[in-house]
């Protein structure tokens, strides 16, 4: 521990706890980080990463996740009673990576491994997880929080400016901070879940085997190496079994998967499992002062559409990025106000979407219906944010915070679409890169598409008022764009050799337009010029 308390406790180290330490950390923040559970959670638990993930994951510089994760295999389908094939489907739609959408394909990494590769990532910054630490209680003012906190029976008063509570649905932080948590247990959708090992005669590991229905009793078993080389995810459900009771024994999951695969099993042991409802809840607000919440602590919901944990770490964040500034000076404690602003209707639409799959599938008893584009998250926006600016929409369109991506449409607010084999020059040596490479989660990337480097001196003499720390600056030409040897004040001159840039940034030839790309990867802001940039930064930067 450092001799200065740090900033920011950290409560719950679970993928969202990580994910806000490590921006923070990335953005010269210390924190503190503390779980209750003496040991390091196991299970594959909630595994599907969808696109959007994986693009925080490389901001972030964790190329790990995208690198081991593993795409999610076809499903097999059985008749009833017999190790016949009946169908074989997809988990998603086919798709393919393309020089806006570098990570388009959905990866399967349990939480037990993403968890060890993020916490690597935070020793980088020499801080670890503090395990078998519980926070009790905590009492905020307008300067700070004290938090009560307990380990190995000896209590600890600690003595930090903000609280993040990603310590999930039972966590304290909610609970005391006094949010609601409104929604529906639903008893129609009870599920047991773990990892198990076991071999069994025409058990393939290149299949995800599904195994009768929802309605009376099925088994779904994915492969995964994760656990062992004969390991799998394993789900039971359906009316007929007694699932409360099957989740108390080792013995009885043996009984329930054997009476439901047709073929000789070898039993090794269930490594994790787990039993649960169908629970549909969300915070009415997520925070309050300086206390805020994110992930399981702030909305639960249905499995189906596997939302829940990618959602949370898309909270933290979003969090993350805002609090580093009002930390540092840059920015009012007023930007926090944003989190909640922006995160509310996402979450809100999310619980929506996964409610009405999980219908789907209640109904017709195929765990498989309702895979939808949507899911990949591509299309989740803040377009109605007060903190972001657009001068070229003529009308707004109606909220949808969760909608489809669509590529020929781009909106302040959006996600900022990817670009490849970008020349950099101006540089002693040429070189190439990525739009994706300029975006980190410490700085806003103000790019300046414009007809010539000419063009772009006046926006470019507007951002010298700004840190280089928390603002950085690219003009990018098209490729037919007369590059002489010439010392620009950007940080970096791009030419888009393939027009990768101006098709996904949908930029008219002879065009100048500005887009400010915030940390999380979000178009804050497109503009025409310095006046639109500077307004922009001053819904940001106390200075601006």
Known sequence: ???????????????????????????????????????????????????????????????????????????????????????????????????????????????????????????????????GTELRSFEQTDEGVTATLIKNGIEETFDTKWVIGADGAKGVVRKQLGLTFLGETRDDTRIVTGDIRLTGIGLDRVHWHRFGNFNERGLSLRPTDEVGQDGWQFFLYGNELDLTKIAESEELVFEAIASIIPTKITFSKVIWMSDFRANIRMVNKFGEGRVFVAGDAAHIHSPTGGQGLNSGVQDAFNLAWKLALVQKGFADKSLLETYNAERLPVISEMLGVTTSILDRVTSSGDPSLGRSPILFMLGINCRFSTIVLDEFVVERKPINAYGVLDEGYLEAGDRAPEAPNMLQVGSAEPDVTT???????????????????????????????????????????????????????????????????????????????????RPDGVIGAIVQGAEGMKKYFSKIFLDA
């Open 1 to 131: 521990m450092n001799s200065v308390q740090p900033p920011v406790l950290i409560v719950g180290a679970g993928p969202v706890g990580l994910v806000a330490a490590l921006t923070l950390l990335q953005n010269g923040i210390s924190v503190r980080i503390i779980d209750k559970d003496p040991h390091h959670r196991i299970g594959q638990r909630g595994a599907g990463i969808w696109p959007r993930s994986l693009e925080l994951y490389n901001f972030l510089d964790i190329p790990e996740v995208n690198s081991l994760g593993k795409p999610a295999p076809l499903i097999r389908f059985y008749k009833p009673g017999t190790l016949e094939p009946l169908k074989v489907s997809s988990m998603v739609p086919p798709v393919k990576d393309t020089p806006a959408i570098p990570f388009h394909t959905p990866k399967l990494m349990g939480q037990q491994l993403l968890d060890v590769i993020l916490r690597r990532h935070l020793e980088k910054f020499s801080c670890s997880v503090e395990m």
């Open 435 to 517: 739009l994706f490479g300029l975006y980190r989660p410490w700085h806003h990337t103000v790019l300046i598409f414009a007809p010539s480097l000419a063009d772009g001196i006046p926006i470019l003499g507007a951002l010298e008022a700004h840190d280089k720390n928390v603002v950085r600056s690219a003009v990018v030409l098209s490729s037919s764009a007369s590059v002489t040897p010439v010392v620009s004040p950007a940080d970096h001159v791009l030419v888009d050799r393939e027009g990768y840039a101006y098709s996904a940034y949908l930029i008219e030839a002879g065009q100048t337009k500005v887009f400010v790309i």
